[in-house]
């Protein structure tokens, strides 16, 4: 029993198989290097943040009407 479950935990690493071409692998490297640059020069689009900014604030407003319901539930003690 301990034995499958420490199997289970253990990671297996999959080979990966390359061709024996030299022009492939760089080609590989050129195409991840331009992919790594290009990233790092594009942001999210102004909207997008404000969109992003918008739904934090309301669930933010969401969360703080709840907890402040049920503190006023706990201290006010309804007649």
Known sequence: MLGTAV????KRR???VLS???SNLE???KGKAD???SDVADSPP???ILAGLVV???VCWVVGSIAMWLIGLI???PK
């Open 7 to 10: 199997s289970l935990l253990v």
């Open 56 to 58: 934090f604030l309301l």
């Open 14 to 16: 999959v080979p990966i």
């Open 35 to 37: 992919e790594s640059s």
């Open 46 to 48: 102004l909207l997008t």
């Open 20 to 22: 024996s071409g030299a």
């Open 27 to 29: 080609t590989i490297s």
């Open 75 to 77: 201290v006010n003690v």
